[in-house]
């Protein structure tokens, strides 16, 4: 499934308006992650993996400048780094994200 969030597709399995989706779907699960295998946004690593023809790859270390992180709640960009220093919650828009994402960094994010 493919939804558009802030103009960017993301995809996933059941995919919401805010880029919730079937595996992870509280009120703070509102970005997606850009992969390095394909360059697409998912709300999460399973969501990869139901919908990929391919394994997922982390976003790769040199490219933590560019936009990788997408806010579903305003549709903002952000790069890894701004991702990581915003300490849970949307530079543009002060939208939560969740704090749990932390323990999956290795999975969106060379190098974790």
């Known amino acids: 499934m493919r939804r558009t969030v802030g103009n960017h597709g993301v995809h996933g399995v ?4 805010e880029t919730r989706c079937t595996h992870y779907d509280t009120e703070r699960d509102v970005i ?4 390095g295998c ?6 999460c690593l399973s969501c990869h993996e139901a919908v990929a023809d391919h394994e997922p790859e ?9 936009p ?3 806010c579903g709640v305003c549709g903002t960009e952000l790069s890894t ?3 990581l220093a915003a300490d849970h919650a949307c530079p543009d828009c002060g939208a939560a994200f ?11 994010f060379e190098g974790f």
Do not use: T
Request: proline share 12%; glycine share 8%.
């Open 32 to 35: 997606a992650l850009r992969f």
């Open 68 to 70: 990788a992180v997408l």
């Open 58 to 66: 982390p976003w790769p270390r040199e490219r933590f400048d560019e």
């Open 14 to 17: 059941d995919v919401g308006p």
């Open 38 to 43: 394909c360059g697409r946004f998912y709300p």
């Open 81 to 83: 780094r701004a991702y």
């Open 98 to 108: 969740n704090p749990g994402c932390a323990d999956h960094y290795e999975h969106y």
